[in-house]
């Protein structure tokens, strides 16, 4: 499993970029009214969310690396990890939540007037959650060392 481990980074930001260009295409759509860029929103917040929830699974697996690490005598910051952690799952929760709604509201065709700004307030309040967890994720590899070449080579044999 250390193959999902070391895609994370890889992973985590494919998400990132997806739900980061959401916000920005769902405005676009009510500025030009383009029900194409409306499509392509809701598109591209399902793919955010794919890409977080597969994020979240592979950061699982780089927690249990972690742990291994911890078990041959290596510091490890539990703390700063389960802070991001926490805040990962409350983005992915938070986005998976959006999308249920905006795919309810555009099954129901009620995806219409100040409901469509609605979703942009959600959308920008999540990005929110998405710098706070990358920037927490960030403090882990340039703080701390984690995942980086140099935390697997000052591990304790």
């Known amino acids: 499993m250390e193959f999902l481990a070391e ?6 930001h494919f998400a990132i970029a997806f739900l980061f260009a959401y916000p920005f295409l769902e405005s676009a759509a009510i500025i030009f009214k383009n029900d194409f860029l409306s ?3 809701h598109l591209f917040l399902f793919f955010g969310v794919l890409g977080a929830t597969a994020a979240v699974l592979t950061g699982e697996q780089a927690l249990e690396i972690a742990r291994t690490w911890e078990d041959k005598g290596a510091i490890i910051q539990f703390k700063a990890i389960s802070e991001h952690e926490e805040l990962a799952n409350l983005t992915l929760w938070y986005f998976f939540g959006v999308l249920i709604l905006r795919t309810f509201f ?3 065709k009620k995806f219409t007037g ?3 700004y609605l979703f942009i307030i959600l959308a920008v309040a999540g990005l929110y959650l998405v710098f706070q967890t990358g920037d927490h994720g960030g403090k882990l590899v ?3 060392g984690i995942g980086t070449q140099y935390k697997k080579n000052n591990e304790v044999e």
């Open 7 to 12: 895609s994370h980074p890889r992973v985590v």
């Open 142 to 144: 340039y703080k701390y």
């Open 106 to 108: 555009t099954f129901k």
């Open 39 to 41: 499509k392509a929103a």
């Open 114 to 116: 100040r409901i469509k």
